[in-house]
């Protein structure tokens, strides 16, 4: 029978901190491009860029936070497999607020 114990664990706030403003930075950004007056596309490729790079920043800053007394590595084919989710739901999000967005900005056209 094998016996599971608790690594011991200690937090690097500075760095939880950082996690978080990069997070908060990204979101911020993200929303503003969404709203930016440029091209669908250009505004969509913004916020997809500014997304993921503040999702996989805050995520590895993270990981880097968490010291367990032990050696970590990273395998390739997981950080791409997580990079592929962090675009796949990027994309779905962006896709869906673009889509909701069109109308408003249609009307708004309308308008001026």
Avoid: N
Wanted: charge should be negative; proline fraction near 4%.
């Amino acid at each position: 029978m094998t016996t599971l114990t608790e690594l011991p664990y200690e937090w690097d706030f500075g760095l939880v901190f950082v996690s978080y403003l990069v997070a908060t930075v990204a979101s911020y950004s993200t929303v503003t491009a969404l709203q930016h007056p440029l091209t669908a596309a250009q505004s969509v490729l913004a916020a997809f860029t500014l997304s993921v790079s503040g999702i996989w920043s805050m995520h590895f800053l993270g990981m880097e936070a968490l010291h367990l007394g032990v050696t970590v590595s990273f395998e390739p084919g997981l950080t791409v497999l997580s990079a592929v989710f962090a675009f796949a739901c990027t994309a779905a999000a962006i896709t869906i607020v673009q889509w909701k967005l069109t109308p408003l900005r249609a009307a708004e056209s309308r308008k001026a």
